[in-house]
Each structure stands twice: as C-alpha cells, then as structure tokens.
C-alpha cells in the first residue's frame, strides 16, 4: 500500500522540480533580453507596423524569450513583458503580449513563437518595409533613387 506520506513526498518533488524548471526559465529569459535589447533597438521596426510585420522581422530569439518569461512567471510576466517590449521600441508587440501574459495557464503554449513561425511561413505581414531600410543602410543614409525619404528614413535627423 502506498503511504499517505509517500505520497505528499511525491507531490513535494514534482512541485519542487516544476518551481525550479520555471526558475531557469526566467533566469534564462532575462539574460537574453537583457542581451538583445541593444540589436533589436537597432532595428528601427516601424511604430505603425503591424504584429505580424514586427514578427517577421524580429529574431526568433526574441519571442523565444518571452515564450520563456511567460512559461516561468505565469501572469506575473506581464509588467515586466510591458516594460522590455516598450523599452525596445516595439509598441506594436507590447499590448499582445500582455493580454496573452493575463489569461492564467496559456504559459504552457508558446503563442509568440507559434506567431513568429506563422508570420513567416505564411507570409502574414508586410516584408516591403525591411527591403528598403537595407537599402537606406547600403546608401549611408541618402534616400533612394526615384523615392522620397519617408518618415521611417527621416528619423535619424
């Protein structure tokens, strides 16, 4: 027969392992926020960009990071997604991120990286806008031939 005391044991060792799975986690996700704000503040993404155009242009890294932010803290990621993504110039990501931080145990569905991956293979978003900011970079900042600068290529002056 099995002990009542066998039991609770059991149940401390999944709880124990499950709070230190979460623990690494977070810990895993904010030392790579930490390491990716700086590159992805860099990226210059539109403000009126859509989620999926901001998708298609971040690195997978990133939505992974926040996958993981989430899967740790549970709706407690919320204030903390908020401020990263704000402080990363991507307003656009922020408000979904939060709402999907709120709804209690949907952490175990990694939604940003499913949406990363949608973005991409079904070519959801618009891929124009990353073209021409490449262009400008070649061009040292002088506008294209045959185009007017736009207010994403004036924001550097």
């Avoid at 997978?60 to 990263?84: E, Q």
């Avoid at 110039?89 to 990694?110: D, H, Q, S, Y």
Wanted: net charge neutral; glycine share 6%.
């Amino acid at each position: 027969m099995i002990s009542e005391t066998t039991v609770d044991q059991a149940w401390y060792n999944i709880l124990t392992a499950a709070l230190v799975v979460m623990g690494i986690c977070v810990l895993v996700a904010l030392v790579g926020l930490a390491a990716l704000v700086r590159g992805i503040r860099r990226m210059n993404i539109p403000r009126a960009a859509d989620f999926f155009t901001t998708m298609r242009h971040i690195p997978l890294a990133l939505v992974i990071m926040l996958d993981l932010l989430d899967f740790g803290l549970d709706i407690f990621s919320a204030p903390i997604i908020w401020i990263v993504l704000d402080r990363m110039g991507l307003p656009n990501l922020r408000n979904k991120a939060v709402i999907e931080a709120i709804i209690p145990f949907t952490n175990v569905i990694p939604t940003f990286t499913a949406s990363w991956l949608a973005a991409r293979l079904l070519n959801l978003g618009d891929p124009e806008w990353s073209t021409l900011q490449t262009a400008w970079d070649r061009r040292g900042g002088r506008h294209l031939p045959g185009r007017q600068p736009t207010i994403i290529d004036m924001d550097d002056y």
